[in-house]
């Protein structure tokens, strides 16, 4: 059995310091956290499990593991340094708008060693560029950018590769400690949140990406949100009333998934002898009722929020409810204020394999009254993937601005998978209505 990873070693930095070596020290921290983790992840299966494709909606492990060091020599190495390619002929392979997850292990991929050293390679001198790059002189590395970005892009891949883990059959290979209880007195079911401005995004966050650029200001009606997202308790009232049975609570194309589907359940739910129990990578386990719902898509999240008779909260809602502080009119970097999370105010960094308890993290409550904004469980919104006003691509088109449209649904806050590098109160993920298999949830509001 593997051990989680070990808690992030830059949590209480601030990235607002500008001093060139605190910067430089705040992106080593983050890139060293990222390859322990990545280590983590593909050292606890063998080869032939790192070659196989546990899923047609994943890539083998191993093309994430190269994939983490090409992108790093194509940005760091070439980009940053100007230097020469080491594999320019493994480029196209590990491109991933060139070749669907689906097909990738028909591609002629590094093998696990090969993969492992070139990644191990890539990073060694990656490291060299880092110390000598000076961190001001040029937009793509003013305040350590770049290799911000780098350690947010193998944390993601992490995620993906977690994601992986879950859907591989087999025993359990990972462990990792109990998340903490719910504590205190109990939280109301819901806040109201009052309506008016608030500035929503940011234009100081030194790694925040594109799409979370600029600051804007907002102007919000009134609404009620729940205080934490829906339980697997609460969900599976709505199971037990029929909900995957009844047409009227479902759009068509979410009606149409789940008749083609067969869908009566979240992703790993099963019933057995009157029980629901579900597997979490690889151990099968009782639904635990007061745990935040997992592995429900947009449209199962939308589906019950119309059976419950509220509706799921709009993206600058979600934003409003978790920065926003009435005392002083101003958006906070996080619920809790502008400090990085530790492990008293959110469930990040794989140092739980599953979400806490509704109600846990008292400390990391935004103002609003609501809590467990950041990690625990992505949560989706109402409001498609677009732009934000001013939103300029950089430092790639490719990141955000190919996926901006009705497509895809705006998820927030992170997940018990993310790390605090690739969560803040600003950052925004989003995907397909349709995915199950990413540690999605949700939680509900309604007009004030």
């Given at each position: 059995?593997?051990?989680?990873?070990?808690?992030?070693?830059?949590?209480?930095?601030?990235?607002?310091?500008?001093?060139?070596?605190?910067?430089?020290?705040?992106?080593?921290?983050?890139?060293?956290?990222?390859?322990?983790?990545?280590?983590?992840?593909?050292?606890?299966?063998?080869?032939?499990?790192?070659?196989?494709?546990?899923?047609?909606?994943?890539?083998?492990?191993?093309?994430?593991?190269?994939?983490?060091?090409?992108?790093?020599?194509?940005?760091?190495?070439?980009?940053?340094?100007?230097?020469?390619?080491?594999?320019?002929?493994?480029?196209?392979?590990?491109?991933?708008?060139?070749?669907?997850?689906?097909?990738?292990?028909?591609?002629?991929?590094?093998?696990?060693?090969?993969?492992?050293?070139?990644?191990?390679?890539?990073?060694?001198?990656?490291?060299?560029?880092?110390?000598?790059?000076?961190?001001?002189?040029?937009?793509?590395?003013?305040?350590?950018?770049?290799?911000?970005?780098?350690?947010?892009?193998?944390?993601?891949?992490?995620?993906?590769?977690?994601?992986?883990?879950?859907?591989?059959?087999?025993?359990?290979?990972?462990?990792?400690?109990?998340?903490?209880?719910?504590?205190?007195?109990?939280?109301?079911?819901?806040?109201?949140?009052?309506?008016?401005?608030?500035?929503?995004?940011?234009?100081?966050?030194?790694?925040?990406?594109?799409?979370?650029?600029p600051a804007h200001r907002r102007e919000v009606p009134?609404?009620?949100?729940?205080?934490?997202?829906?339980?697997?308790?609460?969900?599976?009232?709505?199971?037990?009333?029929?909900?995957?049975?009844?047409?009227?609570?479902?759009?068509?194309?979410?009606?149409?998934?789940?008749?083609?589907?067969?869908?009566?359940?979240?992703?790993?739910?099963?019933?057995?002898?009157?029980?629901?129990?579900r597997r979490r990578f690889g151990v099968t386990e009782?639904?635990?009722?007061?745990?935040?719902?997992?592995?429900?898509?947009?449209?199962?999240?939308?589906?019950?929020a119309r059976w419950a008779g509220r509706r799921l909260?709009?993206?600058?809602?979600?934003?409003?409810?978790?920065?926003?502080?009435?005392?002083?009119?101003?958006?906070?970097?996080?619920?809790?204020?502008?400090?990085?999370?530790?492990?008293?105010?959110?469930?990040?960094?794989?140092?739980?394999?599953?979400?806490?308890?509704?109600?846990?993290?008292?400390?990391?409550?935004?103002?609003?009254?609501?809590?467990?904004?950041?990690?625990?469980?992505?949560?989706?919104?109402?409001?498609?993937?677009?732009?934000?006003?001013?939103?300029?691509?950089?430092?790639?088109?490719?990141?955000?601005?190919?996926?901006?449209?009705?497509?895809?649904?705006?998820?927030?806050?992170?997940?018990?998978?993310?790390?605090?590098?690739?969560?803040?109160?600003?950052?925004?993920?989003?995907?397909?209505?349709?995915?199950?298999?990413?540690?999605?949830?949700?939680?509900?509001?309604?007009?004030?």
């Amino acid at each position: 059995m593997t051990d989680s990873p070990a808690p992030s070693p830059y949590g209480r930095h601030r990235t607002d310091v500008q001093d060139p070596e605190a910067l430089r020290e705040r992106a080593l921290a983050a890139l060293l956290t990222a390859r322990e983790r990545t280590g983590l992840l593909t050292d606890s299966v063998d080869d032939h499990e790192l070659t196989a494709q546990h899923s047609p909606l994943m890539s083998p492990l191993v093309w994430d593991l190269a994939h983490i060091g090409n992108q790093e020599e194509l940005w760091l190495l070439r980009g940053v340094a100007g230097r020469e390619a080491m594999r320019p002929e493994i480029d196209g392979l590990y491109d991933a708008f060139e070749h669907p997850r689906a097909t990738r292990p028909s591609l002629p991929l590094l093998a696990p060693a090969e993969a492992r050293s070139y990644a191990a390679e890539v990073r060694g001198r990656a490291l060299d560029v880092l110390e000598s790059t000076p961190l001001g002189d040029r937009p793509l590395v003013r305040s350590g950018f770049v290799f911000g970005m780098i350690a947010q892009h193998e944390q993601q891949h992490d995620e993906t590769m977690l994601i992986t883990h879950q859907l591989r059959s087999g025993p359990a290979v990972l462990t990792a400690p109990e998340p903490p209880r719910a504590t205190g007195a109990a939280l109301p079911t819901e806040v109201l949140v009052p309506g008016g401005p608030f500035t929503m995004g940011t234009s100081t966050e030194p790694w925040a990406l594109d799409n979370e650029r600029p600051a804007h200001r907002r102007e919000v009606p009134g609404f009620f949100v729940d205080t934490a997202p829906v339980t697997c308790g609460a969900y599976r009232a709505f199971i037990e009333d029929g909900g995957y049975d009844e047409r009227r609570w479902w759009t068509g194309e979410g009606w149409a998934m789940v008749r083609e589907h067969g869908l009566s359940a979240p992703l790993f739910w099963h019933r057995d002898a009157g029980q629901w129990l579900r597997r979490r990578f690889g151990v099968t386990e009782p639904v635990p009722a007061d745990e935040p719902v997992l592995h429900v898509s947009w449209y199962e999240a939308d589906a019950y929020a119309r059976w419950a008779g509220r509706r799921l909260p709009t993206e600058a809602e979600w934003e409003k409810a978790a920065r926003h502080d009435p005392g002083s009119g101003r958006s906070r970097r996080y619920p809790w204020g502008d400090e990085d999370p530790t492990p008293e105010h959110a469930n990040l960094g794989q140092r739980h394999l599953r979400p806490a308890p509704a109600g846990a993290y008292a400390a990391g409550r935004a103002p609003s009254g609501a809590g467990q904004l950041i990690g625990d469980v992505w949560e989706w919104t109402s409001s498609d993937f677009l732009p934000y006003p001013g939103f300029a691509p950089f430092p790639y088109r490719e990141y955000s601005e190919v996926f901006f449209g009705p497509e895809h649904k705006v998820l927030r806050g992170g997940s018990f998978a993310v790390d605090a590098v690739a969560c803040r109160g600003t950052f925004r993920n989003w995907d397909l209505p349709v995915r199950r298999q990413i540690f999605s949830g949700f939680r509900t509001a309604r007009d004030a």
